[in-house]
Each structure stands twice: as structure tokens, then as C-alpha cells.
């Protein structure tokens, strides 16, 4: 696992050949206990840190398709697990609780649902009003440059463009992202950002890839 730009968040990878994309899990180490968040399998490695940083009791899945390497996560663990309450009727493991938009499930980290994604309920989270986590509606595939979910794997293109604004008029995609990450005006979220949804794109400045997305210079998202 490597730090990110905070001390008490960690990530680590799995390279999926197939789509040549990185899918990643997030560690927030709290006490009370850590919280992962969308966990692929964990190396030898990355077993090893994830014992000397307190091992996890809670596992937070933003959507069906990220249920990953959870289930044996928890066997080894004990974490409970916390699903999108959106996929509750087909969600593919048994969750000890199901998160809606406003939830807090514990101290500082706030649920929204991302309507008409990839997914019905789909997730976001929003740490400490600082970092904003992603599912699959928010994604980084290339250095410099946040885009969201392509137009043809969204489940529901009109809902979105009812919640977020139509995908083509990009910056009132962009104001939903700093609804969904809401930092004072004088500190944006992205010191910039591209978007990209239906083949449209707007630019934004220079913006880069990071893990989750964060105010400041070094902004993005975690994509998988």
C-alpha cells in the first residue's frame, strides 16, 4: 500500500489486463476502527501493511461491480460489509448495513448516491469535506485528466442529465462534482479539470490524475 495525501489514507492496486486499467482500494485508518472501500485483492505485501496499520472492521462497496476481493477480505478480517441501499434487491453479498444519500456511517464521511450511473444507487463518498471517493461514475484512465463515465455504460443517460444537468453542457456536470465535494468557493475542489461524457469535452486548465480527489494542486479520482 502506498500513502496519499493524507496521513491516514492508504491505497493499493490490481492491473486488469483485459481493460489495461488499474482497480484500486482505499484504506481510511480511523479509530474506531479502518474502513476499506472497494478492496481488489491484497498482495502478500499488502496484507502485511494492512495488519500493522489495524487490520479493518468495516468494508464500504460504492457499487455491485466493486464487490472485488470483499468477501474474503472480511473472512480474514471480520469487517462487516456496507452496500449501496440502491442495489439492495440484487446485490450479489449480504451487507450488515445499506447506505443512502446523507448517510453517515461513521464520523466525517458522508454518502451520496450518484443517480442513472453504471449501477442503480451507485456511491460516492465524501471524507472530512476534503476528499471525495468514486465508484465508476468518476474516473482518471490518463494522467491530467478527470473524465466521467462514458455515455454508453450509464444505466440511465436521462436520469443523470435530470440530476447533473445534460452531459454535453459539461460545467453543470462540474458544479455537481463540487455539490458532491463542496469546498468554499475560494478553494475549488479541481484547480481544474476536463470532462468528458457523450463524446463532448470541456477543459478546464491543466488538471492531473491522483487517487481520490482532493482541493489543492494535486486533485483527481479514484476510478476502480
Not at 500500500?1 to 493524507?6: E, I, N
Not at 474516473?139 to 452531459?167: S, T, Y
Amino acid at each position: 500500500m502506498k500513502q496519499l495525501h493524507r496521513p491516514d489514507l492508504f491505497t493499493w492496486s490490481r492491473y486488469d489486463e483485459p481493460l489495461r486499467i488499474d482497480f484500486n482500494g482505499i484504506l481510511w485508518q480511523r479509530e474506531g476502527g479502518n474502513v476499506l472501500v472497494d478492496p481488489p485483492p491484497l498482495a502478500d505485501h499488502d496484507v502485511r501493511h494492512l495488519e500493522a496499520l489495524g487490520g479493518a472492521t468495516s468494508i464500504v462497496l460504492t457499487t455491485s461491480d466493486h464487490v472485488r476481493a470483499a468477501r474474503d477480505i472480511s473472512a480474514r478480517t471480520g469487517a462487516q460489509l456496507l452496500g449501496p441501499a440502491g442495489e439492495r434487491s440484487t446485490f450479489p453479498v449480504a451487507c450488515a448495513a445499506w447506505l443512502s444519500d446523507g448517510d453517515e456511517p461513521f464520523p466525517g464521511l458522508r454518502v451520496r448516491e450518484l443517480a442513472g450511473s453504471k449501477t442503480d444507487g451507485e456511491l460516492a463518498l465524501v471524507l472530512e469535506e476534503t476528499t471525495a471517493i468514486f465508484g465508476d461514475a468518476v474516473r482518471a484512465h490518463h494522467a491530467g485528466a478527470l473524465m466521467l463515465l462514458p455515455r454508453q455504460k450509464l444505466r440511465d443517460p436521462a436520469r443523470i442529465q435530470r440530476r447533473w444537468g445534460a452531459p454535453r453542457r459539461a460545467p453543470r456536470v462540474l458544479a455537481r462534482l463540487r455539490e458532491l465535494n463542496p469546498f468554499p468557493p475560494a478553494r475549488p475542489p479541481f484547480r481544474s479539470i476536463t470532462a468528458r461524457a457523450g463524446g463532448a469535452r470541456t477543459r478546464r486548465g491543466s488538471p492531473r490524475r491522483s487517487s481520490p480527489c482532493r482541493r489543492g494542486p494535486a486533485s483527481g479520482a479514484r476510478c476502480r
